[in-house]
């Protein structure tokens, strides 16, 4: 089921897309809690696709694929990397990612986006699943020079538009083996494949969890695999992932 978040006429809200007729039944209320339809319907070209979630918090896991980590010159950690990436960055699928004064390389991540659908907390991972509403695609959007300057990542990866997400949320999905890829332009920059994780979906879910409170609607961005690299104003970066489909963004001057 894909479920999505979407703008019309002012209005603002959730509904199931069905991928064979384009058409989406609108959704009363989040859909956290249980899916009620409100008989409305759309049609997908009528619609603004927004973030199909608006998180509490943004969890990004660092250095999880075995490739991107040799590529970064480090070692996959011992436990998961994990650091928090503003909410005030969330964008939009076809939103403009704007590149910021302030640094001179902006780089693409493309990510598996975990979507938290109950209240987690010290959650065992093989109940994790359970915890689970979906998954989407991310783009860990990042100022590389402004991270390796600081140390830290909380400002080169948290600018304003740095974490498009969407298009939407596919809840039956296995994340154990999927294809995930970024394009520029239309050139292949990264393919990957989730089973090269250091720590599993599940894995994360439980080790977060045991950190702080996971609540319906926030994010785990799973770690990005090989081949990350700049982009110049002007660019598109999709993010394309097995299962969910593809998610679109522009590079823009400030």
Known sequence: ??????????????????PETGEIREVA?????GIRFTGDTHRLPDVRLLAPVVPSKIVAVGLNYKDHA?????????EPLIFLKA??????????????RATQR???????????????????????????????CINDVTARDL???????????????????????????????LRVRCLVNGEVRQDGNTREMGASVFRLVEFISHIMTLYPGDVIATGTPPGVGPVKVG???TVEIDGIGSLTNRVVAP
Request: no cysteine; hydrophobic share 40%; charged share 25%.
């Open 29 to 33: 209320g989040a859909p956290f809690g």
């Open 70 to 78: 040799r590529e970064m010159g480090k070692k996959i950690p011992e």
């Open 87 to 100: 909410p005030s960055a969330l964008n939009h699928p076809g939103g403009d990612v704007v590149y910021p």
């Open 147 to 177: 991270q390796v300057k600081d140390g830290l990542y909380a400002r080169a990866k948290g600018f304003d538009t740095f974490a498009p997400i969407g298009p939407w949320i596919e809840t039956e999905l296995d994340p154990s083996a």
């Open 1 to 18: 089921m894909k479920v999505l978040r979407f703008g019309k006429a002012g209005k603002t809200a959730w509904g199931v897309l069905s």
């Open 106 to 136: 902006l780089d693409y991540e493309a990510e598996l986006a975990v979507v938290i659908g109950s209240t987690a907390r010290d959650v065992k991972e093989r109940d994790a699943s359970s915890a689970i509403f979906g998954y989407a």
């Open 235 to 237: 660019d598109s970066m």
